[in-house]
């Protein structure tokens, strides 16, 4: 079963405006981990944004705030004012602990396409 | 200065060889992965080492070994490579192998097997 689903394969949105990435987890763990990396066209992974399961506050990072719903085990990434250099691929992760480490398990990804 | 470094960025190579991708990390990490990333995207991890010890090997084929000489870089090794070995590989670094620490990732490296 899918730990971490995206279910929207893209989006388009006009710059300036707000954008929400969908992400809802699946795990029994009362301790996890979750993360939005952006990838845009050049190929690299950029940490965004880190929300943890005890976190009492919603994480912010600029112009990114992470919506988590932890009753629906949903963790969305709000983008405020987007700007063209938003484009790119977005993944959600879950941290999961495997034998004394940490692994993170991705969703599949969702490509955002901001219009000028 | 990049944090985490990875070399070749591209690699092109026919089937049956064998070829390396290695990863350094300048943060002072204890934890190094790789993950693998498939034509449609997906993200997968492959292996995880914290101080040189292998902890994650995620049922990759053993033609794929890693190889921690040291806490600040982690290399991979492909034997007889494979079609469906095609992929971008991703290199990663955390401060702590079980702690609440962000994954910073190298750049890529895309293998293309011929």
């Known amino acids: 079963a899918q730990k971490i689903t995206q279910t929207q394969p893209g989006m388009f949105v006009q710059e300036k405006e707000a954008v929400t990435l969908d992400c809802t987890y699946d795990t029994s763990d009362p301790s996890y981990g979750l993360f939005w990396y952006k990838q845009p066209s050049s190929g690299e992974m950029i940490f965004l944004i880190y929300q943890g399961s005890y976190d009492q506050q919603n994480a912010t990072e600029g112009r990114y705030s992470l919506n988590f719903q932890k009753a629906r085990k949903s963790a969305n990434l709000v983008i405020s004012a987007s700007q063209l250099g938003d484009s790119a691929m977005y993944f959600c992760a879950m941290r999961e602990y495997q034998g004394g480490s940490e692994k993170l398990v991705f969703g599949k990804g969702m490509k955002l396409t901001v219009n000028p | 200065d990049t944090a985490v470094s990875q070399t070749p960025k591209y690699l092109v190579t026919q089937m049956g060889n064998d070829k390396s991708i290695k990863c350094e990390q300048n943060l002072g990490h204890d934890t190094m992965y790789w993950y693998k990333q498939d034509s449609k995207k997906f993200l997968k991890i492959m292996f995880s080492?914290?101080?040189?010890?292998?902890?994650i090997n995620e049922t990759v084929p053993n033609r794929f070994s890693p190889k921690s000489p040291d806490k600040a870089h982690l290399n991979l090794h492909i034997n007889s490579l494979e079609l469906g070995d095609s992929a971008v590989y991703f290199c990663?670094?955390?401060?702590?192998?079980?702690?609440?620490?962000?994954?910073?990732f190298g750049p890529g490296t895309r293998l293309t097997v011929l």
């Open positions: 990663a670094s955390s401060q702590d192998a079980g702690g609440h620490d962000t994954q910073y």
């Open positions: 080492y914290n101080n040189k010890e292998l902890i």
